[in-house]
T-cell receptor
Framework: EPEVTQTPSHQVTQMGQEVILRCVPISNHLYFYWYRQILGQKVEFLVSFYNNEISEKSEIFDDQFSVERPDGSNFTLKIRSTKLEDSAMYFC???????????FGQGTRLTVV | GNSVTQMEGPVTLSEEAFLTINCTYTATGYPSLFWYVQYPGEGLQLLLKATKADDKGSNKGFEATYRKETTSFHLEKGSVQVSDSAVYFCALSATGNQFYFGTGTSLTVIP
């Protein structure tokens, strides 16, 4: 069964450092997302991406965040200068069409120290 | 705006008990509705979905019916198992394409 894969599964970084979280969505999917979940809390929307551009973003997704789909298969989330409050589980998701469910990856646990 | 309100947890049930987790929504347009499940230490798995009013989504013994008149999408299962212990999230997708998630309901099933 096709799945969304995310790497790394866990990343520890120092405050102020840049991190790149990587995702490989399901190959025939057209819509891509990043969400995050601070431990035990709500799943928060960050950004959606369609047709090689951002289609929606939340207030969380400020200038420190960026996304890229550099080669038609990978989908990355970059945080330029990490803050302690960026510590969370980050989930990538993709879906084929607008009415289908989204498939989520297993997540990357980001710990900022 | 768009939002999802879920029944507060945690919920603890004995094995073979009947499960209901309430979910109501507010949405612009005609949303699609989803239930996701998150097992400990894992990602979000799509459990079931419904894309229009009166649709019933079902999977692994779980069911939910899209009720437009009550703006609800309650999750039910007739007989829960220990392996159903997880956090359940109700979600919608409406205008635009992002998903709006509820706060999650933790279910623990005891033998």
């Amino acid at each position: 069964e096709p799945e969304v894969t995310q790497t790394p599964s866990h990343q520890v970084t120092q405050m102020g450092q840049e991190v790149i979280l990587r995702c490989v969505p399901i190959s025939n999917h057209l819509y891509f997302y990043w969400y995050r979940q601070i431990l035990g809390q709500k799943v928060e929307f960050l950004v959606s991406f369609y047709n090689n551009e951002i289609s929606e973003k939340s207030e969380i997704f400020d200038d420190q965040f960026s996304v890229e789909r550099p080669d038609g298969s990978n989908f990355t989330l970059k945080i330029r200068s990490t803050k302690l409050e960026d510590s969370a589980m980050y989930f990538c998701a993709s879906r084929q069409v607008i009415i289908s469910g989204a498939f989520f990856g297993q997540g990357t646990r980001l710990t900022v120290v | 705006g768009n939002s999802v309100t879920q029944m507060e947890g945690p919920v603890t049930l004995s094995e073979e008990a009947f499960l209901t987790i309430n979910c109501t929504y507010t949405a612009t347009g005609y949303p699609s509705l989803f239930w996701y499940v998150q097992y400990p230490g894992e990602g979000l798995q799509l459990l079931l979905k419904a894309t229009k009013a009166d649709d019933k989504g079902s999977n692994k013994g779980f069911e939910a019916t899209y009720r437009k008149e009550t703006t609800s999408f309650h999750l039910e299962k007739g007989s829960v198992q220990v392996s159903d212990s997880a956090v359940y999230f109700c979600a919608l997708s409406a205008t635009g394409n992002q998903f709006y998630f509820g706060t999650g309901t933790s279910l623990t099933v005891i033998p």
